[in-house]
């Protein structure tokens, strides 16, 4: 893998730089991949990279161009834990690589964006539309929208990383609708309030599906449980501190660098419930998952659920976290 085609770090947040930095040289440390640059939904990974620095474990986190590349890094063994889409995870999976899901990384926050003269999606017809790539969980809810509501729309795709890029596509006008994440939708409307509307919110109509793992290293994992219970330790600790939005605001801008967004970005995400207090999977969602992505996302029905996830960890986890609570005075 060339420098081009991934740009490594050990990164835990603006104002953890020196942490981060220590963290690097200590021999412990875990590499973890993600797909793209930090967005807001990283938020409770990078507080949870910081928390495990303070206890000796370091984390060396690697930012992949394409989500396809942060699969084969973990499927390979050259990152021990990825974040990302479980469509594209789920796929290399049914190809037998020793990938499997942990917990959720964020619910769906995917949202179908358009131009507000665009009222329906059969308005999409023969359009330009943005979506991140073929494999995305983004363009399968696309995809199922438009075959359930609109069967006869066949937009023209522009494939297109990151949200940020198709946001401004939008904005620009390179596009007439888009598929973003929540923050994009958010920061859209303060950049040009009554330009756009949203005319699919994937989390409403499939907010039981999990659209966006943690992903662990099979055989790694194996050898290693106790480090991947301290990381979804430290992941479901983030996940359940307080989550008003001004509190929200001021965790992102603690985590990520000062923002005009955040107040309305962590007030959105508080309404939409992203992060899950309990690790947003169990095996029933992972069954429902499934079923969806192998009707919607071209996944062999072959696919299994404990060739898909082991929620074993989480499962501890969350065990021990209820025997710490009841022993609380």
Avoid at 147 to 154: H, N
């Amino acid at each position: 893998m060339t420098a081009g085609r991934r740009r490594r770090t050990c990164w835990m947040g603006v104002l953890l730089v020196s942490l981060a930095a220590a963290a690097c040289g200590r021999d412990a440390a875990i590499r973890v991949a993600y797909a793209g640059s930090a967005d807001f939904d990283m938020l409770p990974s990078v507080e949870a990279h910081a928390t495990l620095a303070t206890e000796g474990l370091g984390v060396d986190l690697v930012h992949y161009a394409r989500s396809e590349l942060a699969v084969e890094a973990v499927a390979r063994g050259e990152a021990e834990i990825g974040h990302g889409s479980v469509r594209n995870y789920w796929a290399a999976a049914s190809r037998g690589a020793p990938v499997r899901l942990v917990m959720a990384h964020t619910g769906n926050v995917h949202r179908l964006v358009a131009h507000a003269a665009i009222l329906h999606c059969s308005a999409l017809d023969g359009r330009d539309v943005a979506v991140q790539s073929e494999g995305a969980a983004g363009t399968v809810f696309l995809r199922a929208l438009l075959a359930d509501r609109c069967p006869d729309a066949l937009p023209a795709y522009l494939y297109l990383q990151m949200s940020t890029n198709r946001a401004a596509a939008l904005l620009s006008g390179r596009v007439r609708a888009t598929v973003l994440k929540l923050a994009d939708v958010v920061r859209l409307d303060r950049l040009a309030p009554g330009r756009f509307r949203v005319l699919g919110n994937f989390g409403e109509l499939w907010g039981d599906i999990v659209t966006s793992g943690v992903f662990v290293n099979a055989d790694w994992a194996t050898e290693h449980p106790d480090l991947v219970r301290r990381y979804l330790r430290a992941r479901i600790l983030s996940h359940r501190m307080p989550v008003d939005a001004r509190e929200l605001a001021s965790r992102a801008a603690n985590a990520l660098g000062e923002s005009d967004d955040w107040g309305a970005v962590g007030g959105a995400y508080v309404s939409a419930n992203v992060w899950d207090a309990d690790g947003g999977v169990t095996d029933e969602t992972i069954e429902r998952s499934l079923a969806f992505f192998v009707e919607h996302g071209n996944l062999p029905a072959s696919l299994g659920g404990s060739t898909a996830a082991d929620l074993s960890f989480l499962t501890d986890v969350l065990a021990d976290l209820d025997d710490e609570a009841r022993r609380i005075p």
